[in-house]
């Protein structure tokens, strides 16, 4: 698996809307909006274990990213896009989540 490949998945599950909504369950809130997150906060956020993951996915997900990141600069179907990078960061957790099972 491509160094490359596995960082732009990483980076596009990381910032996906599904890992945010999860991350704000872990930060604390202050004033004017600002969150906070301690070291041992970050470590409970649930972010699905893509050395799990076969390539395929990966590749996937490395694609998604430059899809998200035209859209979101040109405000094209944020929405669609932010739908289905959350349908592969989802396809990503369970297939994760499978293989975690089976080896233990």
Excluded: C, W, Y
Excluded at 9 to 23: D, F, G, K, V, Y
């Amino acid at each position: 698996m491509g160094g490359d490949i596995f960082s732009r998945a990483l980076t596009l599950a990381l910032n996906s809307e599904a890992i945010r909504a999860r991350s704000k369950l872990h930060a604390r809130g202050f004033g004017g909006g600002l969150s906070k997150f301690e070291p041992n906060d970050l470590k409970t956020i649930p972010v699905p274990d893509l050395r799990l993951v076969t390539e395929d996915i990966l590749m996937r997900l490395s694609l998604q990213l430059d899809r998200a990141d035209t859209a979101a600069r040109n405000d094209l179907n944020a929405s669609r896009i932010e739908v289905e990078t959350n349908a592969l960061i989802n396809e990503a957790v369970e297939q994760a989540t499978a293989l975690q099972t089976a080896l233990f």
